[in-house]
């Protein structure tokens, strides 16, 4: 079965610093795979994602992730922290079957953003 | 564009109590439609998806259930509510031949 793992519940960078946030899969084939930022009582925002092709995928907001397929990962990365990036960060991949084509999430990172 | 709404924003109903969450498409023809839980503190759960009118499957059992009355709305509903019920719905959708996936603002359901 197709899982995902984000191993950081959460994480606490101060503003300018730079950002990493893990995501592992686990999946029978490439899969398609997604990042998605949520804010407090809000939806989910689509922040990148990444089909086929050049493995470093850029996003809204001076986000980028890499597809490492040795690795199983997707991580999410952004150079320079802003404090309006606090929010909680999930990874999912998809589809799990052409007849399903639903998303697998991962249980999310919270981030903190510290002056 | 296109857009998704959900409605109601915030719910708060008593145990055995009906429910009706609704959430409706714009700009866009055939999508595929989902819901999904998100219980505090973790991620999200699929519970049905649609690929047309009438099509509904359900990935998990319990006292809620789906319908698809028209090309662009899903109603997510239950004969009576339980506590564990309690949760954020979100509402998704996507292009027929597409997989990414585009959430709706959410309802916050509480169950007293």
């Known amino acids: 079965a197709q899982s995902v793992t984000q191993p950081d519940i959460h994480i606490t960078v101060s503003e300018g610093a730079s950002l990493e946030l893990r995501c592992n899969y686990s999946y029978g084939a490439t899969p398609y795979l997604f990042w998605y930022v949520q804010s407090p009582g809000q939806g989910l925002q689509l922040l990148l994602k990444y089909f086929s092709g050049d493995t470093l995928v850029q996003g809204i907001k001076g986000f980028e992730a890499e597809f490492k397929r040795s690795q199983s990962s997707f991580n999410l990365r952004k150079p320079s922290v802003h404090w309006s990036d606090a929010a909680e960060y999930f990874c999912?991949?998809?589809?799990?079957?052409?007849?399903?084509?639903?998303?697998?999430f991962g249980s999310g990172t919270r981030l903190q953003v510290q002056p | 564009s296109q857009t998704i709404h959900q409605w109601p924003a915030t719910l708060v109903q008593p145990v055995g109590s009906p429910l009706s969450l609704e959430c409706t498409v714009e700009g866009t023809s055939n999508p595929n439609l989902y819901w999904y839980r998100q219980a505090a503190g973790r991620g999200l759960q699929l519970l049905f998806y649609?690929?047309?009118?009438?099509?509904i499957s359900s990935e998990v059992p319990q006292n809620l259930s789906a319908s698809r009355p028209q090309d662009r709305q899903f109603i997510l509903s239950s004969k009576k509510l339980l506590l564990s019920d309690s949760g954020f719905y979100l509402c998704a959708w996507s292009g027929a031949l597409q997989e990414t996936q585009y959430f709706g603002p959410g309802t916050r359901l509480l169950v007293l």
């Open positions: 649609s690929v047309g009118i009438g099509q």
């Open positions: 999912a991949v998809g589809p799990m079957d052409t007849g399903r084509r639903a998303l697998t």
